[in-house]
Each structure stands twice: as structure tokens, then as C-alpha cells.
T-cell receptor, first 111, second 114 residues
């Protein structure tokens, strides 16, 4: 089955700086890659996603890039704010049936 | 916030007991997936239900079972509870299994097995 690895496990940045979280996947058939933000005690919330026919997608301060050849995708957050502090998860699926998640990155944005 | 709801929010059980967790999918969604999220880990896929049938299963033993009802709500049943079953159980609903639509999570049920 699919194996998704996520790095780093923790990331601390100063407010206003950029943050980058990287994921690799093993199944070349995977074609959909969502990113979720999970605040303490809350549900994972979809923040951005990308499909395999696109190399990059941007939504305001958040962007995701996908390299199908290298089988990795990354989340980029610019101009970070304290409210961006949370745990971020990447995921991959090839059939919208089983979603395979990374182990999470705890992002701390220092004011 | 999504329209996916789960009950109960918290639950304490003892080893060997059985538990039933419930999930109501977002309006219009006919597919429900269940995940187990251990502390400090990413969600792990348990199984998915589509139009009342199991539509895929992860690496969980048979004591994890489920149901989906005609209104597309769903139950997760766990028999013979073990200490390692302590986790946050999340359900997620999507519009149509395999239809290329993403899933939306409920708030979860936190299960503690003593």
C-alpha cells in the first residue's frame, strides 16, 4: 500500500517568515494530495489540495507544489501568523477511497 | 465547520468491553470513512462505507466493524477493547466514493481504554 512520509515533525518560525513542510509518497498511482490543519482538540480541516494533473496551486498565503517524478509534494505558508500555529498533515490517495496520512508537522509561529 | 457530526465526544471503557461510535455525514454525502488517530500520529484508515456496503478496509483486525444506514449515517463498533485502542476516532464524509471529491472530517470521539 501507499506510504506517506512527512518532514519535519516540528517547525518553529518567527511571525512573518515562511514555512515549508514536505511529504513524499510511494505509490505512483496516487493522484490527489490534500493538506489538513488540525488545531488542538479539533477536527482536521482541509486547507488546500492538489491533483496530479497540476504542478502548483495557490490560495492567498498558502501554496502546494507537486513533483510527480520525484513523488513529493510540499506545503508553503508565507507571511506566517500566530494563528497558523497547529499540526499540519499531508495525505495521498489514488481512488478517493483510502487516504494515507503523514505523521504530522507541529508548526509554532512565534510572535 | 463541516456538517459532519459524531457522538459521543468522549468515552471511557475498560479492556475487553465493546464500544459503538456514531457518525452523521454531511447532507448529500453517501460515503463515510473511519480513521483512528493515536496521540501524536496521523489518522489511519480503518474502513469506508458507500451506499451501506463496506468499500475498502485498512490494516485493522475484524473486531473493528461498521455499519452504514439508509440515511448514510454510520457506526463503528470495536469488540474486545485493548489498551492500544485508546485514540481519537474520526469519521469523514464525501459526496461519492471514488468520485474525485474530497472528504470532510467530523470532530471525533476520544476513546480511553483502561
Amino acid at each position: 500500500g501507499e506510504n506517506v512520509e512527512q518532514h519535519p515533525s516540528t517547525l518553529s518560525v518567527q511571525e512573518g517568515d515562511s514555512a515549508v513542510i514536505k511529504c513524499t509518497y510511494s505509490d505512483s498511482a496516487s493522484n490527489y494530495f490534500p493538506w489538513y490543519k488540525q488545531e488542538l482538540g479539533k477536527r482536521p480541516q482541509l486547507i488546500i489540495d492538489i491533483r496530479s494533473n497540476v504542478g502548483e496551486k495557490k490560495d492567498q498565503r498558502i501554496a502546494v507544489t507537486l513533483n510527480k517524478t520525484a513523488k513529493h509534494f510540499s506545503l508553503h505558508i508565507t507571511e506566517t501568523q500566530p494563528e497558523d500555529s497547529a499540526v499540519y498533515f499531508c495525505a495521498a490517495t489514488h481512488n478517493f477511497n483510502k487516504f494515507y496520512f503523514g505523521s504530522g508537522t507541529k508548526l509554532n509561529v512565534k510572535p | 465547520e463541516t456538517g459532519v457530526t459524531q457522538s459521543p465526544t468522549h468515552l471511557i471503557k475498560t479492556r475487553g468491553q465493546q464500544v459503538t461510535l456514531r457518525c452523521s455525514s454531511q447532507s448529500g454525502h453517501n460515503t463515510v470513512s473511519w480513521y483512528q488517530q493515536a496521540l501524536g500520529q496521523g489518522p489511519q484508515f480503518i474502513f469506508q462505507y458507500y451506499r451501506e456496503e463496506e468499500n475498502g478496509r485498512g490494516n485493522f483486525p475484524p473486531r473493528f466493524s461498521g455499519l452504514q444506514f439508509p440515511n448514510y449515517s454510520s457506526e463503528l463498533n470495536v469488540n474486545a477493547l485493548e489498551l492500544d485502542d485508546s485514540a481519537l476516532y474520526l469519521c469523514a464524509s464525501s459526496l461519492e466514493a471514488g468520485g474525485g471529491e474530497t472528504q470532510y472530517f467530523g470532530p471525533g470521539t476520544r476513546l480511553l481504554v483502561l
